[in-house]
């Protein structure tokens, strides 16, 4: 196990030197620590259909083949081509302990004109039906291998939940019952109510969380069900769920019991979440109580498959959710604590904003909030996402400073798609959101040399990150301030961990490392491969490199 050091100068951009930065990924991954905890986590979040075609024969369904505008219809992606990523080890290589895809099940067959131009459901939030997958994104035997195969490489699967609202109406599509859905009023977001009980935006038919009237299956399913021939099984299954659980047979109850197979039929390790603030917070707090149940169930049923005892892990989506509103948000009218009893981690709108805001004083206040008043709680910050419009770099000026900001960051982390390489957040005829959800360009990392060096960049800090909790789930501590030096320290049971960062150190290094590491520590560079011990509170050595990861070797 590894205790580590990691020292970054200040220009935040990786200097060519002649020490060779691939020479250490596979020391690095090998050297790991054996102990998880979501707090920490190294997440990374793709729209499955961007990011790589493993099998072309499924990429059109449904007679999907009208045109559509820019960047707004199917491109591939699907689960074959994930699993063909996590065998080839791009995750591993780039320190992921878990992957978040968008919802794989199945969507609307025709698509819509949103405003911003013909559209398809590639995103995979248009539900047509929770239970079965979109076969654009693949088979069940496809998912079960992406499982089977994530978990042999230490990778968990977050898929992603819509329980607020179904996909939009089409004439091939149409809208469920009124008993089931609301097509009106649009939320305005001024109170509770006018976030709540409405639709998101026109023709979103909004899902009735709030009733407890028992309901019969919509029509539309009862139909597809009997043509596929699994009307009569998925009844069955539904009768048992409503009789085990107590639950009327109310909307939100029959999604919570579809999204709740995909654990106890292929052992998924969480979900995020989908437009949390729309939907009445003890909607969550039932949800959470069937996602544990089914994640017993799976492991009581699968003992041999099982990980560890890592929870299952819910982490919500409620649009500009700031870490310094703590574990509430203000509806203007209303505060509301959506920690209570659900989810683990809620996502961070902040990070991306503090371009302005120096390292320590990022660091340091996150470090204050979850280690204050959100002890036990996480957060998961970004740089970029699918639905930000504003995010940390979007001309990708910065992608070396990006890593740091992000990989270094108090809490778990959410590497979006081609954060890696520098993607593109710019696409020329795009509309809207499109123009953050081009395709993973796997071209330009197979023969672009600046490429191949951000992703070396972007995997030594997220190898760094995985193999020691300390980086997102430790205790933050400024050492000194020129340069710039803190220490991030893990305790748990018996998991510790140690972490100090020096930044801005010149070539010549000498960096202070008092009351973490004793003299006499033998420290491993991962970042160069140099090794050097603790003397008089501190470590010597020179470097080209303006990022060192200094890691203590224990036997």
């Given at each position: 196990?590894?205790?580590?050091?990691?020292?970054?100068?200040?220009?935040g951009?990786?200097?060519?030197?002649?020490e060779?930065p691939?020479?250490?990924?596979?020391?690095?991954?090998?050297?790991q620590t054996?102990h998880?905890?979501?707090?920490?986590?190294?997440?990374?979040?793709?729209l499955?259909?961007?990011f790589?075609?493993?099998?072309?024969l499924?990429?059109?369904?449904?007679?999907?083949?009208?045109?559509?505008?820019?960047?707004?219809?199917?491109?591939?992606?699907?689960?074959?081509?994930?699993t063909?990523?996590?065998?080839?080890?791009?995750?591993?290589?780039?320190?992921?302990?878990?992957?978040w895809?968008?919802?794989?099940?199945?969507?609307?067959?025709?698509?819509?004109?949103?405003g911003?131009?013909?559209?398809?459901?590639?995103?995979?939030?248009?539900?047509?039906?929770?239970?079965t997958?979109?076969?654009?994104?693949?088979?069940?035997?496809?998912?079960?291998?992406?499982?089977?195969?994530?978990?042999?490489?230490?990778?968990r699967?977050l898929?992603?939940?819509?329980?607020?609202?179904?996909?939009?109406?089409?004439?091939?599509?149409g809208?469920?019952?009124?008993?089931?859905v609301?097509?009106?009023?649009?939320?305005?977001?001024q109170t509770?109510?006018?976030?709540?009980k409405?639709?998101l935006?026109d023709?979103?038919?909004?899902?009735?969380t709030?009733?407890?009237?028992?309901?019969a299956l919509p029509?539309?399913?009862?139909?597809?069900?009997?043509a596929?021939?699994r009307?009569?099984?998925e009844?069955a299954?539904?009768?048992?769920?409503?009789?085990?659980?107590?639950?009327?047979r109310?909307?939100?109850?029959?999604?919570m019991?579809w999204l709740a197979?995909?654990?106890?039929?292929?052992g998924?390790?969480?979900?995020r979440?989908?437009?949390?603030k729309?939907?009445e917070e003890?909607?969550?707090?039932?949800?959470?109580d069937v996602?544990?149940?089914?994640?017993?169930?799976?492991?009581?049923?699968?003992?041999?498959?099982?990980?560890?005892d890592?929870?299952?892990?819910?982490?919500?989506?409620?649009?500009?959710?700031?870490?310094?509103?703590?574990?509430y948000?203000?509806?203007?009218?209303?505060k509301?604590d959506?920690?209570?009893?659900?989810f683990?981690?809620?996502?961070?709108?902040?990070?991306?904003?503090?371009?302005e805001?120096?390292?320590e004083?990022v660091?340091?206040?996150?470090s204050?909030?979850?280690?204050?008043?959100m002890?036990?709680?996480?957060?998961?910050?970004?740089i970029?996402?699918?639905?930000?419009g504003?995010?940390?770099?979007?001309?990708?000026e910065?992608t070396?400073?990006?890593a740091?900001r992000?990989?270094?960051c108090?809490?778990?982390s959410?590497?979006?798609?081609?954060?890696?390489?520098?993607?593109?957040l710019?696409?020329?005829?795009?509309?809207?959101?499109?123009?953050?959800?081009s395709?993973?360009?796997?071209d330009?990392?197979?023969?672009?040399?600046?490429?191949?060096?951000?992703?070396?960049?972007w995997?030594?800090?997220?190898?760094?990150?995985?193999?020691?909790?300390a980086v997102?789930a430790?205790?933050?501590?400024?050492?000194?301030?020129?340069?710039?030096?803190?220490?991030?320290?893990?305790?748990k049971?018996?998991?510790?961990?140690?972490?100090?960062?020096?930044?801005?150190?010149p070539?010549?290094?000498?960096?202070?490392v008092a009351?973490?590491f004793?003299?006499?520590?033998?420290l491993?560079?991962?970042?160069s491969g140099?090794?050097?011990?603790?003397?008089?509170?501190?470590?010597?050595?020179s470097?080209d490199f303006?990022?060192?990861?200094?890691?203590?070797i224990?036997?």
């Open positions: 196990m590894l205790s580590a050091v990691l020292v970054w100068m200040s220009c951009e990786n200097k060519k030197t002649n060779d691939a020479d250490t990924q596979g020391e690095s991954v090998a050297m054996s998880f905890d979501w707090e920490g986590a190294n997440i990374y979040f793709m499955t259909d961007r790589h075609n493993g099998d072309t499924n990429d059109v369904n449904f007679n999907r083949t009208n045109e559509t505008a820019v960047l707004r219809g199917f491109k591939g992606g699907d689960l074959k081509g994930v063909m990523k996590i065998k080839e080890g791009y995750f591993n290589d780039l320190g992921v302990n878990a992957i895809m968008t919802p794989i099940v199945e969507q609307i067959h025709d698509g819509v004109d949103e911003t131009g013909y559209t398809y459901g590639f995103h995979g939030y248009w539900t047509k039906d929770w239970t997958l979109d076969p654009n994104f693949g088979t069940e035997e496809d998912l079960k291998e992406l499982v089977s195969t994530a978990h042999d490489n230490g990778i699967i898929l992603d939940a819509v329980i607020n609202h179904h996909g939009p109406q089409t004439e091939v599509d809208v469920w019952p009124e008993e089931w609301r097509t009106s009023p649009k939320c305005d977001f509770y109510e006018t976030t709540t409405c639709t935006v023709n979103l038919p909004d899902v009735l709030e009733s407890n009237e028992p309901v029509p539309q399913l009862e139909e597809k069900w009997k596929e021939g009307y009569d099984e009844m299954e539904l009768d048992a769920f409503f009789e085990k659980t107590g639950h009327p109310a909307p939100r109850f029959y999604i019991k197979d995909y654990i106890t039929d292929y998924i390790d969480g979900y979440v989908d437009t949390v729309h939907t003890y909607v969550w707090e039932e949800f959470e996602c544990e149940t089914a994640f017993a169930d799976w492991k009581t049923n699968n003992p041999s498959l099982v990980m560890d890592a929870p299952f892990y819910l982490v919500g989506e409620i649009y500009f959710y700031n870490i310094a509103s703590g574990k948000y203000d509806f203007g009218d209303r509301v959506y920690f209570n009893d659900s683990d981690a809620l996502i961070n709108f902040d990070l991306r904003g503090t371009a805001e120096s390292l004083s660091f340091s206040r996150y204050d909030i979850l280690n204050g008043e002890d036990g709680y996480g957060t998961l910050s970004y970029s996402s699918h639905d930000d504003s995010p940390y770099d979007k001309a990708r910065k070396y400073e990006s740091v992000l990989l270094l108090p809490g778990a959410q590497i979006y798609y081609g954060d890696e390489i520098g993607r593109t710019i696409v020329e005829g795009t509309q809207g959101d499109a123009t953050l959800r395709v993973m360009d796997w330009d990392i197979a023969n672009n040399p600046e490429t191949q060096k951000l992703l070396e960049h995997q030594k800090l997220g190898q760094f990150r995985n193999n020691h909790m997102g430790g205790v933050h501590e400024m050492i000194t301030e020129a340069p710039y030096t803190f220490s991030r320290t893990y305790n049971g018996n998991n510790n961990d140690k972490v100090v960062v020096c930044l801005e150190a070539k010549d290094k000498e960096i202070s009351n973490i004793e003299n006499g520590t033998q491993r560079d991962a970042y140099q090794e050097v011990e603790v003397k008089e509170g501190k470590v010597s050595f470097s303006d990022i060192v990861l200094l890691e203590s224990k036997p």
